[in-house]
């Protein structure tokens, strides 16, 4: 009995040891970040493209150059309720004082500067694709933001998923920073692979989820269905038969080829896409038509 006992004690600690080494934050490779010097001007581009500001500028202010990101958007989730947090470079509500490689941490592999999972609400399995100096021209640009005093508000999340140490089983299920179309074959591709699978997170919204909320990458951009937003249209080539031009056009003012305007989440993505380059729009159509 006593040795049955001890046996099930054992396989306890093992499987406990085993939950918190599978489930430990990870984080980016530091020496990625070690040299790196962010350039501010270079840092807005990719801040409209990434879309940071679409979450975590304070409940309908109108986007300007400098939005003060006061957060407090709130966004539904079969989960529970996540509230966008301050990322203005206040030290006390927001992120001011952060390094590089603490910032890098939360958005490219969801880990917080003590260590603990961030939420997928915020698109870091995206972002995990984005280039080193990207994200610290992007910090660079950031850190000149206003400032804003409002503190971050909690999520409303039921358990288990309030314990955050469980994301790391979701991550491990999950998260996946290979790139979905495999071979980009002309520079044009790569941009726009870049743009819509890194950058602008455009999966995120367009690409169904399953029951976990894990991202169904074979039905890539395929339609999905996003609580309190409701059916979000297919982009693959397949189903969006738009020549690349009106999707680039689409993407700049918002109207569609039957002169209809975008709504709901895809205004900020449009008015976001609007600052980029015209062949910044002009490569993530052409990357759309290769999406079966
Ligand atoms: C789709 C909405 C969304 C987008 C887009 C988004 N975020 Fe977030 N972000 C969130 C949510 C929700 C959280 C809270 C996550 C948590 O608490 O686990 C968060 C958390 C953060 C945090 C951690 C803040 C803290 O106090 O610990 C940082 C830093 C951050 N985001 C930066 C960014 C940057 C930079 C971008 C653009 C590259 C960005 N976010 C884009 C929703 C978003
Ligand atoms: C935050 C969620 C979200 C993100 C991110 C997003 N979209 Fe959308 N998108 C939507 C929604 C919602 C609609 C439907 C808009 C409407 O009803 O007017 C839409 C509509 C569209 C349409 C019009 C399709 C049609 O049949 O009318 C295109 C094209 C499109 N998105 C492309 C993109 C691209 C490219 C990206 C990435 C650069 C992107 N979207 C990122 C939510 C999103």
Redo the contacts with the bound molecule.
């Keep these: 009995m006593a040795r049955i006992l001890r046996l099930f004690i054992f396989v306890g600690i093992l499987g406990l040891a085993a939950f918190f080494y599978l489930t430990r934050p990870v984080g980016v490779d530091p020496d990625d970040f070690a040299n790196l010097v962010g350039d501010p001007s270079h840092g807005t581009q ?2 409209h493209a ?3 500001a ?3 500028a304070a409940p309908k202010t109108d986007f300007s150059d400098h939005p003060i990101l006061s957060g407090g958007q709130k ?1 539904p989730s079969p989960f529970g309720t ?6 203005s470079p206040d030290p006390q509500n ?2 001011g004082g ?1 390094t590089l490689l603490e ?1 890098a941490n ?2 490219q592999a ?1 880990v ?2 003590d260590g603990a ?3 997928p ?3 870091y399995t995206a ?1 995990a694709k984005m280039r080193p100096q990207d994200v610290a021209d ?1 910090k660079s640009f ?1 850190d000149a933001l206003p400032i804003s005093y409002s503190p ?1 508000l909690p ?1 409303d999340v039921g358990f288990p998923f309030n314990i ?1 140490r469980t994301l790391g089983g979701w991550k491990l299920l999950f998260a996946n920073s290979d790139w979905v179309l495999t071979n980009a074959e002309s520079p044009e591709i790569e941009r726009g692979r870049y743009l819509v699978e890194a950058l602008a ?1 455009c999966g ?1 919204c367009h690409t169904p989820r399953n029951a976990l909320g894990g991202l169904k990458r074979g039905d890539w951009l395929q339609g999905a269905f996003i609580p309190g937003e409701g059916k979000v249209p297919a982009i693959a080539s397949g189903q969006l038969d738009w020549a690349p031009s009106d999707i680039a056009y689409y993407l700049e003012t918002g109207f569609t080829p039957e002169f209809d305007s975008a709504g709901g989440a895809m205004t900020h993505v449009v008015e976001n896409m609007g600052q980029l380059s015209a062949s910044d729009r002009e490569s993530i159509a052409a990357y759309l038509k290769l999406i079966p």
């Design positions: 990719v801040f990434a879309g940071c679409s979450c975590h966004f996540f509230n966008a947090p301050n990322i927001g992120i952060w910032f939360a958005v969801g917080s500067p999972h961030y939420y609400a915020f698109p972002y992007l950031m971050s999520h955050r997170h995120e």
